[in-house]
C-alpha cells in the first residue's frame, strides 16, 4: 500500500512555479519554455546563444542567464542569479544536448567527447548545481534522454552513450532524492524535427542512412508534440514522458533491440563505412564530425 501511495499521480499547477531550463534558446526547450509560460511559470532560461536565448526569455517575461552546463563556475553563477532573481527554483529541465555524426573508429575524437560532456556531464552538473534548491521547494527534476538510449543505431555512438547514461543517472537519481520530497523524470523522444535533427540530415553519409531507417523508425515529429508533452509531464510530475507513444513501448522490448538494429543495418553499415571514410578524406574529420545544426556549432570550444 505504501509503495502504491508513493506512485500515486500528483498534479501540479505550474503557475507562479520557477521553472529553469538548459539549452532554451530554440528548439524544444523554447516550445517548453513558451507553452509553461502562458500558464503562468517564471522561467529561468540557461544555455549559449546568448541573444537567440535573451529573445526567448523576453518573449516568455522570464531572464536568461548565458552559461555553457559543462562549465561549473558558469552554472554555479547562473544557477546563483536564479534564486537571487526568482527566490528559488521548483523544476529543473535539463534539455540541454548536442549531436555530431560517425563511426567509432573514425569519428574526431574530440567531437564524440564533447557530445558526451554536453549531453551527460552536461546534465549531471546541472542537476547538481540545482538540487539543493530543489530539495528546498520539494521540487521536480526533469532529464532529457531519448529513445537513442533504448535503440542505438550506427553512426550515434557518442549520442546513444550519454543518452543511456542520462537515463542510468536519473533513474538512480530518483531513488535517491524520494525520501527528500523531489521527483525525477526522463524524457524520451524519437526524431523531433528541430535544428539539431535538421542538421543531422544534411550530413552527407549519416542524413541518407537515418532517412532510410524502417517505418516509423525514420518519422520526424513536431517540436510541438514534445512541448505538449513535457508540460503535461511537469504538471504530473512524471516518472517517464515519451515521444511519441510508442517509445514507451519499445522500452519493454529493448533486450531485443540490439539484435534487430544489427540485422537491419548489416547492409547498410558497409557502405555507410566506406562514405564516411571518403567524407573524412575530403572534408577532414573535424569538419565531418562537427556537431550539427547551430546549437551544435555553439557548443564547440
Known sequence: MAFREQLREVTVDVNGKVVLITGAARGIGADV????AAQGARLALVGLEGEQLAAVAAECGGRAWEADVTDWQALETAVGGVVEHFGGIDVVVANAGIASA?????IDPAAFERVVE???LGVWRTVRTCLPHLVASRG???VVSSLAAIVQIPGNAAYS???AGVEAFANSLRAEVRHLGVDVGIAYFSWIDTDMVNGADEHPVFGPM????????SRKYDVSDVGRAVVKGIG???RAIHVPGWVGRIKVLRAFTPV???????GIVPRGDRAMLADIAERGAEESSRPVGPGGRAAIR
Not at 33 to 36: E, F, H, K, N, V
Not at 102 to 106: D, L, P, Q, T, W
Not at 260 to 266: D, F, G, K, L, Q
Open 33 to 36: 519554455a513558451r507553452r509553461l
Open 102 to 106: 560517425g563511426f567509432v573508429r573514425s
Open 118 to 120: 554536453v549531453n551527460l
Open 140 to 142: 521536480y527534476c526533469l
Open 161 to 163: 552513450a550519454a543518452k
Open 210 to 217: 537515418r532517412k532510410a531507417l524502417p517505418g516509423l523508425a
Open 236 to 238: 504530473k510530475r512524471s
Open 260 to 266: 534487430v538494429v544489427e540485422r537491419r543495418s548489416a
